[in-house]
């Protein structure tokens, strides 16, 4: 599996991509923003006040893959362990760690 994760001219676009290629088929992501995420959220929550985890990062999965444009039933029909790799990558790409850059030493 390729799997490349960068930030595209952080000046202008200061959101992470990452490109992955899975059984063939190449997919691209971009982080999303605040505003998305809490309006994802919003759409996930359950009558009760719940938030369903499982709509809410189906639902980031398919506003973060920019290439190829996937809907939510185009996603529901991928192989199980395909939709599970799309996913994870999605969560990692929003709720890993951020790691600090090691400043230059001359």
């Known amino acids: 599996m390729a ?3 960068s930030i595209v001219n952080a000046d202008a676009n200061p959101f992470l991509e990452k490109e992955v290629t899975l059984r063939g088929a190449t997919y691209k992501f ?3 923003s605040s505003e998305e995420y809490d309006k994802l ?3 996930a929550e359950k009558q009760d006040g719940d938030v369903d985890t499982i709509v809410l990062l189906r639902l980031m999965t398919t506003k973060s ?3 190829p444009p996937l ?4 996603l529901g ?3 199980l362990r ?3 790799e799309l996913t994870r990558i999605v969560s990692d ?3 890993e760690e951020e790691q600090e850059e090691d400043p230059k030493t001359d």
Request: hydrophobic residues 40%; proline residues 4%.
């Open 3 to 5: 799997n490349r994760l």
């Open 30 to 32: 971009r982080e999303l």
């Open 41 to 43: 959220y919003k759409a």
């Open 65 to 67: 893959i920019v290439e």
């Open 71 to 74: 809907s939510a039933d185009q």
């Open 77 to 79: 029909k991928l192989p």
């Open 82 to 84: 395909v939709t599970r």
């Open 93 to 95: 790409l929003h709720f």
